[in-house]
Nanobody, 119 residues
Framework: QVQLVESGGGLVQPGGSLRLSCAASGSNFSSLRMAWYRQAPGKQRELVAAITSSGNTHYADSVKGRFTISRDNAKNTVYLQMNSLKPEDTAVYYC?????????????WGQGTQVTVAS
C-alpha cells in the first residue's frame, strides 16, 4: 500500500511559478513510476508528467518546456516545477504512483491539490 500526500498548490498570476510536492510512504519509493495528473472542471483527468524509477521523463505536449518533473529518492518525494503558468493550467493536480508487484500494476492516488492561475 502506498500513501501519497501532495502540497504546494495555490493561486498564482499568469506567468508565475509554483512547485508541487508529493511525499510517498508505504513502499519502496525508488521502484515506483511516479506521475502528476490534473483535472479541470468538466474535463477528464489527464496526464501532465511522469518519471520512471530510472529517471526517464514524459510530458504532455501542453506543458513541455514549462513544467519539470523530478524525484528525490532519499526523501521519497516527487516534484512538479511549473513555470510560465497559464489560466488553462488551472486544475486539481493529483500525484500518482504505479507499483508493479507479481506482474500486477497497482495505481495509487493522492488527495489532490488545487492550482489556480488567474490575475
Amino acid at each position: 500500500q502506498v500513501q501519497l500526500v501532495e502540497s504546494g498548490g495555490g493561486l498564482v498570476q499568469p506567468g508565475g511559478s509554483l512547485r508541487l510536492s508529493c511525499a510517498a510512504s508505504g513502499s519502496n519509493f525508488s521502484s515506483l513510476r511516479m506521475a502528476w495528473y490534473r483535472q479541470a472542471p468538466g474535463k477528464q483527468r489527464e496526464l501532465v508528467a511522469a518519471i520512471t524509477s530510472s529517471g526517464n521523463t514524459h510530458y504532455a505536449d501542453s506543458v513541455k518546456g514549462r513544467f519539470t518533473i523530478s524525484r528525490d529518492n532519499a526523501k521519497n518525494t516527487v516534484y512538479l516545477q511549473m513555470n510560465s503558468l497559464k489560466p488553462e493550467d488551472t486544475a486539481v493536480y493529483y500525484c500518482n504512483a504505479a507499483e508493479l508487484k507479481m506482474l500486477t500494476m497497482t495505481n495509487y492516488w493522492g488527495q489532490g491539490t488545487q492550482v489556480t492561475v488567474a490575475s
